[in-house]
């Protein structure tokens, strides 16, 4: 997967600069791709299962949106399906479901039910004191600032 980010040394008037920064995820995993059949399996109490990268998600991202430590706390106390491992995806798992065949939302709604078309947190860590969202209209990822309020799909 590619994420192309402006420079920030392309001034106006200046032809469009921009930086690549490549997610490697060292897995069999696609990364932002379309889900192979049978890629998500329903678990139970609110979770999918990913036969590929072996990550078990939480269906239903948050009801609200919420800051980055409001996020990080918001997973270690969640305890969907009897686990109490949760935690925040990092950039390269959140691609992971991630399905380009699709927008608003792209992502899988059969399995990943009330899904909103908004940008969710991540664990990875950006430029100065900021955290790489996704947006999960059309699957894009940013580094924003630890202060923007996002929604928060967690992770075990």
Not at 18 to 47: C, D, E, K, R, Y
Not at 116 to 140: I, L, Q, Y
Request: with cysteine; aromatic share 10%.
């Amino acid at each position: 997967m590619t994420i192309r980010i402006p420079s920030p040394r392309a001034g106006r008037g200046a032809s469009f600069a921009a930086f690549v920064v490549v997610v490697a995820i060292a897995s069999t995993a696609f990364v932002g791709a379309t889900p192979a059949t049978g890629h998500f399996v329903l678990s139970h109490q609110g979770t999918v299962g990913d036969r590929v990268t072996g990550l078990g998600w939480q269906a239903d991202g948050s009801a609200t949106k919420m800051n980055f430590a409001a996020a990080t706390a918001y997973c270690s106390d969640l305890g969907l399906a009897g686990a109490g491992d949760y935690r925040l995806p990092t950039l390269g798992e959140l691609m992971t479901i991630v399905d380009e065949t699709r927008v608003d939302p792209a992502i899988d709604t059969n399995y990943f039910t009330g899904a909103e078309v908004e940008r969710f947190w991540t664990s990875t860590p950006g430029a100065s004191g900021n955290h790489w969202r996704v947006h999960f209209g059309v699957g894009d990822a940013y580094d924003e600032p630890d202060t923007s309020e996002f929604y928060v799909r967690c992770v075990h």
